[in-house]
């Protein structure tokens, strides 16, 4: 499949999954078995690791069938990335979605204007959530403020991936396309920014 197909594969499982009509495919004990031997993913997705936000199902997909990351605020590391990088260059996996969601703790945390006192491991972590929500402008209510950094933080993901030289090549070299997403709570529905 080309990066649009698979794009729009994505679409569509999400849209089956907003409007409650899950396929449900590549579930089954025999579809695991042909997984044995190897995964061919269509797709990686580097996501929140919230528990509201269950990537397989909310694209309609089953096992094998997505390469998936989850680390609090979707941020990029040094890990990461090698976990990127290993599903470009030895899964061939064409498309990478950055993919936030409403009412994440991790941008919460990091716009809030409210001294935290959270140990060291959760400080350091919000500082490379703030990384990507440095812009959000700290007079707007909490909620704008949240919903703003949530796609500020995913079009941060994005520009630093495609910065990423292994990556960059492969995006030079049309193997892989990087974009970026909002899970909708609300509704179920994934709003993929241009």
Not at 21 to 44: D, V
Not at 89 to 111: D, E, R
Not at 156 to 172: A, H, K, T, Y
């Amino acid at each position: 499949m080309t990066s649009d197909e698979i794009i729009q594969q994505l679409k569509q499982g999400n849209q089956r999954f907003a409007e409650d009509k899950s396929l449900g495919a590549h579930r089954s004990r025999n579809w695991r078995a042909q997984l044995i031997e190897g995964q061919h993913p269509i797709a990686t997705i580097l996501g929140c690791s919230d528990s509201r936000v269950p990537v397989e199902l909310l694209f309609d997909q089953g096992f094998g069938d997505l390469f998936v990351i989850r680390v609090a605020g979707n941020i990029v590391d040094k890990h990461v990335v090698g976990s990127i990088e290993y599903a470009v260059k030895h899964l061939g996996t064409q498309v990478l979605l950055v993919l936030g969601h409403t009412h994440c703790g991790a941008i919460t945390a990091a716009v809030s204007t409210e001294p935290l006192n959270e140990p060291e491991e959760i400080e350091d972590l919000l500082v490379s959530v703030r990384r990507g929500t440095k812009d959000v402008d700290p007079n707007l209510p909490l909620r704008e403020r949240v919903s703003i950094g949530v796609i500020e933080n995913v079009r941060f993901g994005v520009d630093e991936l495609n910065q990423v030289s292994n990556l960059r090549d492969s995006i030079q070299a049309d193997q892989l396309t990087v974009i970026g997403g909002v899970f909708q709570l609300e509704t179920g529905r994934v709003d993929f920014l241009s």
